[in-house]
């Protein structure tokens, strides 16, 4: 059983092109986090989803970032025109369901670097 | 709104001294709290989970322990290990949302 899959694992963008961030949840789970990472700083919420809803997203920035998880497929987190400030690791986890007393799994996260 | 600070932010201790790490919340309304381990670039392993009713989890040389009233968890590793070096980090899951509210981390290194 895979555990939570990111990719890709390093990610260069320059500024003002747009990045896209992958996460596959393990299998049996349809709860998808998404933390940003920033360096020297602890983990922040982002955004929390379900297939084909978006249930918190009170974390992410209102502008250029956006989050889906589709019925089928991965989830996506999209990052349009991106800044250095941007520069960050981003991790997903995962759970199977809506109680809270679920531990969340994370991936291995996607370090992203704003040239 | 909840705040996660973990004390101290770094720790150097030689191989076999048992240790404490501190996590404290302001909000004790939490659901669980769980503590990680993240390696060097690499994602976050979890540790233990503690429901809000108990007051301690064990995994091998691990222990947690949770005060919810006083808004305090140790994470309390026994005889270390230079592979326990890592960021340890604390994080609370409150009862009004579904996210975790993480601490700054402890980074540990165990010196051989």
């Known amino acids: 059983n895979a555990g939570v899959m990111q990719n890709p694992r390093h990610l260069v963008r320059r500024r003002g092109q747009e990045a896209r961030l992958r996460c596959s949840p393990m299998?049996?789970?349809?709860?998808v986090y998404w933390y940003r990472q920033l360096p020297e700083e602890g983990l922040k919420f982002m955004v929390y989803l379900q297939k084909e809803n978006i249930i918190d997203e009170s974390g992410m920035p209102k502008e250029r970032f956006s989050a889906e998880f589709p019925k089928e497929g991965p989830s996506i987190l999209r990052i349009q025109q991106v800044v250095r400030g941007d520069s960050a690791a981003y991790f997903c986890?995962?759970?199977?369901?809506?109680?809270?007393?679920?531990?969340?799994?994370f991936g291995s996260g996607t370090q992203l670097s704003v040239l | 709104k909840q705040e996660v600070t973990q004390i101290p932010a770094a720790l150097s201790v030689p191989e076999g001294e048992n240790l404490v790490l501190n996590c404290s919340f302001t909000?004790?309304?939490?659901?669980?709290l769980q503590w990680f381990r993240q390696d060097p670039g690499k994602g976050l392993t979890s540790l233990l989970l503690i429901q809000s009713s108990q007051r301690e989890q064990t995994s091998g040389r691990l222990n947690a322990s949770l005060d919810k009233s006083s808004g305090r968890s140790t994470l309390y590793i026994a005889a270390s290990q230079p592979g326990d070096s890592a960021t340890y980090l604390c994080?609370?899951?409150?009862?009004?949302?579904?996210?975790?509210?993480f601490g700054g981390g402890t980074r540990l290194m165990v010196k051989p």
């Open positions: 909000d004790s309304a939490i659901y669980n």
């Open positions: 299998k049996g789970h349809s709860h």
């Open positions: 994080a609370v899951r409150n009862n009004a949302g579904n996210m975790l509210t």
């Open positions: 986890a995962s759970s199977p369901g809506t109680l809270l007393v679920e531990k969340l799994f």
